[in-house]
């Protein structure tokens, strides 16, 4: 894993010697009229991917490194499962409309055993396509994959490619929507056969005061045999907290609605700008 973090930081290195002024440059790969407008200005406040199912439809900017973790408690038919850590690192590199990804995951679960280890390791690149033009929205894309690097008990042992199509709409200075369109490879637990998984969410957001935000949440994970398999329904929601224009802490509690999803969850965690 050292040696990917070490990569990031390589690539955005050579990156920023090459770099014009980064509010100068694009913000954006696309434009609803054809021609990106510059970045102008970085997001007053960090803008991160947690704590919601639905990511951000933006990247960090180039020369930006952005660093998110967390913890979540879930619990389904008895079984409890703690996801420790949730690290995901963001690297704005070669221009404002392009990031690297890197996420690492350490897991325990309490079954009929006790197991604890690490998940694959999620490597991906953002895309920031357009910015919102009317009833156009702003639109970005993560293309990724997990790759066999995890503890015995959690890894996929293959590489398992996926994307995420992100879209979003300021509805007013403070309110918002935004929605998601996933795909991945993922293995079944007890077969290791791997299908392809859909997923898809709505969200929204507002401010309660000028530093207390909230957002509210549903998502559902669809599976490629429904013949066999239900879709997995999820209601969430949580509050974001600023605690400097480049921190942020949130916390947010989420249930399951059909057969086969968590009973419940719960988690915490933050995120830190460096620019």
């Not at 995890?150 to 935004?178: C, H, K, M, Q």
Request: hydrophobic letters at 40%; aromatic letters at 12%; a negative charge.
């Amino acid at each position: 894993m050292r040696s990917f973090i070490v990569f990031f930081f390589l690539v955005s290195a050579c990156s920023d010697a090459f770099a014009e002024d980064r509010l100068a440059r694009p913000a954006t790969l696309f434009d609803w009229d054809g021609n990106p407008d510059p970045l102008g200005e970085l997001p007053t406040t960090i803008i991160t991917e947690r704590p919601s199912f639905t990511e951000s439809s933006v990247t960090v900017g180039q020369r930006v490194t952005q660093i998110e973790t967390g913890y979540t408690f879930a619990s389904v038919e008895g079984t409890q499962a703690h996801s420790w850590g949730e690290m995901l690192l963001r690297q704005g590199v070669l221009a404002n409309w392009f990031e690297l990804r890197l996420g690492v995951f350490p897991l325990s679960e309490d079954a009929e055993s006790f197991e604890s280890g690490i998940a694959d390791l999620l490597l991906g690149t953002k895309f920031a396509l357009t910015r919102q033009s009317g009833f156009l929205p702003e639109l970005a894309l993560i293309t990724q994959m997990t790759v066999p690097t995890g503890s015995e008990s959690f890894t996929a042992n293959r590489v398992l490619p996926g994307f995420n199509l992100l879209y979003g709409w300021d509805v007013t200075e403070t309110a918002w929507i935004a929605g998601g369109t996933s795909c991945n490879v993922l293995v079944n637990g007890d077969t290791f056969v791997a299908s392809d998984t859909w997923a898809t969410s709505i969200s929204f957001g507002d401010q309660i005061t000028d530093r207390l935000g909230y957002y509210g949440e549903w998502f559902a994970i669809v599976p490629d045999d429904l013949a066999e398999k239900s879709v997995l329904n999820y209601v969430d929601g949580g509050f974001l907290y600023p605690l400097t224009d480049d921190a942020q802490w949130d916390i947010r509690v989420g249930k399951g609605l059909s057969q086969g999803s968590d009973d419940y969850l719960v988690g915490t965690g933050i995120g830190i700008r460096f620019r």
